[in-house]
């Protein structure tokens, strides 16, 4: 497929480098003549320079042959502008915009009001937001992915020491009664991704991923070590920016009490006169005295999302001496994630991920009914749909031959009946499979599993 | 710099509305056939005579007033309008002297409505007819009747607006102030226009149903009565009238959003409007319990008397169904609580305002947070909306300044010689704009023993507060005046 990017930053080249590998044809356009020439030695792409609200600079970049348009510059009105150009430029059938701005509703409306047809806008924030709701009653674990629309958990924890699991192997915990639906898809070791067998011995300091059917996520997460949560009632915030403030409104309507720490005076009284029932406090909150004294101790969970990453990560350390139990840190940069990871601090997020899990997600469509990245996407939890031409389909697992490197977590029937599979379990057109699969993987997998028939989608 | 040709132009022109103001009380007059109506006819011409002679002398001067000369135009015109609009009972009989016309005229103006007349049954019906007259024109505004229907002045309109109209709410409903201005006049009339024919179907007679209209809207409190409402022993009047009091003491650019915009949720949801609402119903339901218990009232009388009195005062009409100066103290202390606090903004009612009380609570509890929270950072919140620091501050500086006109205001009449209640309420119902107080000044009493001193210190009050006390007091500081 024909493929343009408006936005050569992070973003636009991990998408580029996404898409390069599963076959598309890529063209990047990025006003920096630096940055070009940077993308230029990395991508086998296409790269225009110039800015993307130009209508020609568009046009070099051959707009009217692109099939997709995604745009994900640095700034709102050059992506908005992106989307309408390429509604009468081009014949793309599918277009993607990321907006940062909180009135991005409105502008759902407008676009679509205004003739401009687009296909996905992107939130970083919103997505983040959401993210973060889904772990934040959770301390131990990382983070929480659905699948089959909520009917399948994949739950990321960190090991920490003391807790019972560690140094036993799989095959003995299994044992020990596991909920049946249930099953330990993948560790993160060190640098290392291990798709785990029955000998596999879990060590302090892993990250598993436990994939569970919703029911049973609760005894999972008890089976694995974890003490039994708290219930929230005090969540410290630090930064006022567009991301706190969503948290926050969120934290609101449940009735938790929020404190939320922002250094800058001015931001301080804008962030007051937005949210009703949080306190909202001037005060530098990587600061160990100001958090002791604010009451850091008591609070059950702890979110870093200031636009700092180091802030981030400093405030996070801290708040884990103070105790608190459940703490996320916001991180923008990529190559910070693997390594914060290892500093105790449960959570990270990442508004770049998130957009580019989004997209990914959202290009991959028909075919692949989600994809969640792991390891600067290292590895991929994968939502299939099994066609009805799968090789794989009517066959036993034993013998159905899935590529190296790839493990069946668990099968949804169209019933919505969550199954961990065995060797002997019979795969069934319209199944939702969901896979773990290195990244080289990917593109073998989804063919295989959707058929010929789902391949032209 | 001040140009004064074009401050005096406009005032020009502000008097020629004044004096064609002055002869709808004649037409009245002539139609009902009653005499009385010279002394009208000689007020507006010398009215009209001086007006054209300002007009005349700065036709040639700009007509866009900046910021200093609105202010400055807006206390002259309250002054000249007490001045000249009290010509017509200076010659007329029962009025002794300037001092009182002008009290009187500055009371019907200001809609306070305190009289300085032992006995207004005497007067002639034009004359009658031109005292209440004031209330109406005062109510919504001298300077916003002449914006409405005269395009005397080009930017300076909104200027003057602000400076007339009451609130720390700027609400604005059209773009352009003339059509504002209009919009507000046209719901004020529509308003008047029910309450007259409500009046007659109670049984008032065609002169006091036009003249109770005119007191009501404007939130004034005169009455063709000595004994006030009371006067006519009707209770139905009595309901009407405290109905259209409370009316009047909400905001009519809540009216307008009611009436003509039919925002109904917004407008019942209005934080203003709900504390007012509730205000007026618990100090009802308290002062009623006690006359029930402590006066022996019968239930109907003490129910009607309280919610007639607490609407009047809130609203600052100072209308009166019985002489509550006979009720128990602790109505007669809820009633003067009520004298401060007053109507919403944007109403034809006096006071410092509801929504300004209720932001004073609002920056107290705040106070107490920031002493728990030493970091904390707190917003003042109205009806969910955060009021910017400068708003806030800006309300509190207003409460500052009303009750410094209130202490010296008592220290004068004091001086004067009048009792401690007397030059209490006397001042607080004076800057209020509600009219009468307690004591010598009491619904039953009037304002004519008072010394010439205390009638000027008065009079003053009452502009200043009908101003809002910035913009007079501004005119009176030393920064107003330096280049």
């Known amino acids: 497929m024909n493929i343009l990017i408006a936005g050569g930053g992070q973003v636009g080249a991990l998408l580029a480098r996404r898409l390069i590998r599963e076959g598309n044809a890529v063209t990047i356009v990025d006003p920096s003549p630096e940055r070009c020439a940077e993308l230029e030695a990395q991508f086998d792409a296409r790269i225009v320079t110039g800015n993307a609200a130009r209508v020609l600079a568009l046009r070099e970049a051959g707009i009217d042959r692109a099939e997709m348009v995604i745009a994900v510059t640095d700034h709102d009105e050059v992506n908005l502008l992106v989307a309408q150009i390429a509604q009468v430029e081009s014949q793309a059938r599918v277009k993607v915009i990321r907006l940062r701005t909180h009135e991005v509703q409105h502008w759902h409306d407008v676009l679509q009001k205004s003739g401009v047809h687009v296909d996905l806008i992107i939130h970083p ?33 960190s090991l920490e020491a003391g807790n019972p699991v560690i140094g036993r192997t799989l095959e003995r915990l299994s044992a020990d009664g596991p909920p049946a639906d249930s099953l330990i898809a993948m560790i993160f070791r060190g640098p290392q ?56 409104q969120a934290l609101e309507a449940q009735d938790v009490r929020v404190k939320l720490f922002e250094r800058d005076r001015a931001r301080a009284e804008r962030v007051a006169a937005i949210l009703r029932d949080t306190t909202v406090v001037n005060a530098d909150g990587t600061d160990e005295a100001t958090l002791e004294e604010e009451g850091a101790a008591d609070v059950q969970a702890f979110l870093a999302l200031t636009k700092d990453d180091e802030n981030n990560i400093i405030a996070s350390m801290l708040a884990r001496r103070l105790g608190v139990s459940k703490v996320v840190a916001l991180i923008n940069r990529l190559n910070y994630l693997s390594m914060v990871q290892r500093l105790g601090v449960n959570t990270t997020v990442s508004p770049r991920l998130a957009a580019v899990d989004r997209i990914l997600q959202f290009v991959r469509r028909g075919r692949v009914l989600s994809v969640t990245t792991f390891r ?82 | 710099m001040l140009r004064p040709l074009a401050i005096l132009r406009a005032l020009g022109w502000f008097l020629l509305v004044l004096a064609a103001t002055m002869l709808v009380p004649v037409l009245w007059g002539l139609a009902r056939g009653t005499g009385g109506w010279l002394p009208l006819v000689q007020g507006a011409a010398l009215t009209a005579f001086v007006g054209a002679g300002l007009a005349l002398a700065g036709r040639y001067a700009a007509r866009d007033l900046q910021q200093r000369e609105a202010l400055l135009l807006v206390v002259l015109v309250w002054f000249a309008a007490s001045a000249f609009g009290g010509l017509p009972f200076l010659f007329s009989p029962h009025f002794t002297g300037f001092t ?295 309300v509190l500086n207003l409460v500052y300044l009303a009750l410094l006109v209130n202490a010296v205001g008592m220290v004068l009449l004091a001086a004067t010689g009048v009792d401690v209640l007397t030059s209490i309420t006397a001042v607080v119902a004076c800057m209020f704009n509600i009219g009468p107080g307690l004591g010598l000044v009491g619904p039953a009493e009037h304002y004519g023993h008072l010394p010439a001193l205390a009638k000027w210190v008065l009079s003053v009050a009452m502009i200043a507060g009908r101003l809002e006390f910035y913009t007079l007091i501004v005119v009176l500081t030393p920064t107003f005046w330096r280049r």
């Open chain 1, 125 to 157: 924030e919103t997505e983040l937001a959401e993210s973060i709701m889904r772990v934040i009653r959770l301390p131990g674990v990382s983070d929480v992915h659905e699948f089959a629309g909520g009917a399948v958990q994949l739950i990321g924890m």
């Open chain 1, 193 to 248: 991704v291990i798709i785990p067998r029955g000998s596999a011995v879990l060590a302090e300091g892993d990250r598993v991923f436990v994939l569970t059917s919703r029911a049973s996520a609760a005894e999972s997460m008890r089976f694995m070590g974890l003490a039994t949560p708290a219930p929230l009632k005090r969540v410290f915030i630090l930064g006022g920016g567009q991301l706190g403030i969503h948290v926050a």
């Open chain 1, 376 to 457: 600067d996407e290292e590895a991929e939890a994968i939502e299939l749909l099994a066609g009805p031409e799968s090789r794989f389909v009517g066959k036993p697992m034993r013998e159905a031959n899935f590529p190296k490197d790839t493990v069946v977590g668990a099968l949804v029937r169209p019933t919505g009946e969550v199954i961990v599979p065995r060797g002997h379990t019979v795969v069934q057109a319209g199944d939702r499979l969901i896979v773990f699969a290195l990244e080289r993987m990917v593109p073998t997998l989804e063919a295989a599993v959707a058929g010929r028939a789902g391949k032209g989608a």
């Open chain 2, 100 to 394: 009182d016309t002008f009290f009187e005229t500055a009371s019907g103006f200001t809609t306070t409505g305190a009289s300085i007349l032992p006995n207004v049954e005497v007067l002639d019906e034009p004359i009658q007819f031109w005292r209440h007259f004031t209330h109406w024109i005062g109510g919504m505004g001298i300077v916003l009747l002449v914006i409405a229907i005269l395009p005397v002045v080009g930017h300076g309109g909104m200027l003057l607006y602000r400076a007339e109209f009451s609130g720390a709410r700027s609400d604005r409903l059209k773009p352009r102030i003339a059509e504002t201005a209009m919009a507000l006049w046209k719901i004020y009339v529509a308003l008047s226009i029910a309450e007259f024919v409500l009046l007659r179907v109670a049984g008032l007679s065609p002169f006091d149903a036009i003249c109770h209209t005119f007191a009501t809207l404007g939130t004034g409190g005169f009455s063709t009565r000595a004994a006030s409402v009371g006067g006519f022993r009707n209770p139905a009047a009595e309901w009407i009238i405290a109905v259209f009091m409370f009316l009047s003491g909400m905001s009519f650019i809540q009216h307008y959003r009611l009436f003509r915009e039919r925002q109904w949720r917004s407008v019942l949801g209005d934080y203003e409007i709900r504390a007012f609402a509730l205000l007026v119903a618990l100090a009802t339901t308290a002062i009623a319990v006690s006359l029930v218990w402590q006066s022996g009232f019968g239930v109907e009388r003490a129910v009607r008397g309280a919610a007639f009195q607490v609407s009047s005062i809130i609203t600052t009409t100072g209308f009166a169904s019985e002489d509550y100066e006979q009720w128990t103290p602790l109505t007669h202390v809820l009633l003067l609580l009520l004298m401060y606090i007053g109507g919403c903004t944007g109403s034809t009612a006096g006071g410092i305002k509801v929504s300004r009380a209720v932001l004073l609570g609002r920056v107290v509890s705040r106070e107490m947070k920031r002493i728990v929270e030493r970091r904390g950072v707190f917003a003042i919140r109205l009806g969910g909306e955060a009021i910017p620091e400068g708003t806030v501050q800006s």
